[in-house]
């Protein structure tokens, strides 16, 4: 039996949103109005409002060939709610834009908001509204994520202090080398198409980039243990570009230490398979969506609660610039080799 395919002609653009956004729950007594007027009203009654928007381009920033629509519309929910839980913020609504061309389906769209809406759901987002357009050619999809701080309590990149400590959440560098199998089992695909993909079990590198998660639970015990960090990054773009981010930021330096950065054995092994270092993966690769602070080390013992958290290295003097120790006891000045979204990688 062939799969059901809806032209998305055949309902026109308020059909194709009245069909996208039927099945809405509101999950937060600020949203006010969500979707169906001509614009949402929020109230996050006294408190501040944060905003961020993403957008993800096909051929630029994923790839259909290896990535499902529903993961593709959960990872661009995630990818936003990062950038708000990285100001120390809670997202509360989101807005979807979306262009696309007459290959995709009713029943595409569907798949990809079933993704956008287990999202909403596992982080208690509301879907407020958005648009739809037609693109000449592949997927276009742009995020605005909206979120909520009591006053005074957003952090950002520009605030570290000389001394404090350097800390990431999770384990980095996975999400870069699950990249490289589905790159592999592409070009071979299209070199043999009559071959199964081969993906050696990797599912936890692969689950990285596919489907990654934002640190809502990093947030939460931040705040449950009383600890505001001075300074605050997702990382997106591999570790070493977030690191000078915050360096530039608050005028400071760095000293990182290869042997604290968190890998997991999982990735360890997969670099292995293609012979790169795992340490390169975690520095250049990106798409990781941990989150990268500062905090004063008189909070270091309440760190140790948490073993989602690394002490990674510390800032200093801006003369020093941003170092990184090996595992060798060599210094080596740290570089930007992360992800460019003008260049590729």
Excluded at 196 to 205: G, I, R
Aim: with cysteine; net charge negative.
């Amino acid at each position: 039996m062939s799969e059901e395919r809806t032209e998305i002609s055949t309902l026109g653009e308020f059909g194709l949103i009245d069909h996208l956004t039927k099945n809405i729950e509101i999950h937060n007594a600020s949203t006010v109005l969500g979707v169906g007027d001509d614009a949402a009203v929020i109230d996050h009654f006294g408190k501040q409002t944060v905003v961020t928007t993403d957008m993800l381009i096909e051929g630029v920033h994923f790839d259909l060939m290896y990535t499902p629509l529903k993961h593709l519309g959960y990872k661009s929910v995630i990818v936003n709610l990062s950038d708000i839980y990285a100001m120390n913020a809670t997202p509360t609504q989101i807005t979807i834009a979306l262009g696309f061309s007459s290959r995709f389906s009713l029943e595409a769209l569907d798949e990809f908001y079933e993704g956008v809406y287990a999202a909403c759901d596992k982080y208690g987002v509301d879907l407020i509204g958005g648009d739809t357009c037609t693109s000449q050619k592949g997927l276009i999809i742009s995020v605005t994520a909206i979120g909520e701080v009591s006053p005074g309590n957003f952090v950002k990149r520009s605030t570290a202090q000389k001394g404090d400590l350097l800390c990431c959440s999770g384990d980095l560098g996975a999400a870069y080398v699950g990249l490289l199998f589905l790159e592999r089992e592409k070009k071979i695909y299209l070199e043999h198409p009559q071959l199964q993909p081969d993906l050696e079990n990797e599912s936890y590198v692969i689950g990285r980039l596919l489907k990654p998660e934002a640190r809502k639970d990093i947030i939460e015990f931040l705040e449950q243990n009383n600890i505001k960090p001075t300074s605050m990054i997702d990382i997106s773009d591999g570790l070493s570009s977030e690191i000078l981010h915050l360096c530039k930021q608050s005028q400071l330096g760095v000293v990182l230490y290869e042997d604290k950065i968190p890998f997991s054995e999982d990735m360890k092994r997969a670099a292995f398979k293609f012979e790169i270092d795992p340490t390169a993966c975690a520095l250049s690769g990106g798409e990781d969506y941990e989150l990268l602070f500062t905090l004063p080390q008189s909070e270091y013992d309440k760190l140790v609660l948490n073993e989602q958290i690394s002490v990674i290295g510390y800032m200093t003097e801006p003369e020093q610039g941003a170092k990184i120790i090996t595992k060798g006891g060599h210094t080596h000045p740290i570089t930007a080799q992360g992800w460019n979204a003008f260049k590729g990688r």
